[in-house]
Nanobody, 119 residues
Framework: QVQLVESGGGLVQAGGSLRLSCAAS????????MGWYRQAPGNERELVAT???????HYADSLKGRFTISRDNAKGTVWLQMNSLKPEDTAVYYC?????????????WGQGTQVTVSS
């Protein structure tokens, strides 16, 4: 089992920056990919970025260049640096971890952290 706790959300003005953190506990050695997703009111949850245990990253096309994902495997921690924030970035941001050996992989989700960008 893997448990995730996010932190770092808050209220920021457009053009500002925030850094989200997600700390994993439990069987962190079994974690493969980690990532961030977000969900705005009335919308489905969408991918923000993922990072493999080897450091390979993947971003939503619309966010490339503004958001940066990074991780520390030993600590089971993943970060999301968000720059040049826009009001449309307002959402609840969720941390995700995929763990276990294929085909017995599982997903773990954090409780979410609110990011609000004011215009």
């Amino acid at each position: 089992q893997v448990q995730l706790v996010e932190s770092g959300g808050g209220l920021v003005q457009a053009g500002g920056s925030l850094r989200l953190s997600c700390a994993a506990s439990g069987s962190i050695v079994r974690i493969n990919d980690m990532g961030w997703y977000r969900q705005a009111p009335g919308n489905e949850r969408e991918l923000v970025a993922t990072i493999s245990s080897g450091g390979s990253t993947h971003y939503a096309d619309s966010l490339k260049g503004r958001f940066t994902i990074s991780r520390d495997n030993a600590k089971g921690t993943v970060w999301l640096q968000m720059n040049s924030l826009k009001p449309e970035d307002t959402a609840v941001y969720y941390c995700n971890a995929k763990y276990g050996r294929f085909p017995f992989t599982s997903d773990s989700w954090g409780q979410g952290t609110q990011v609000t960008v004011s215009s």
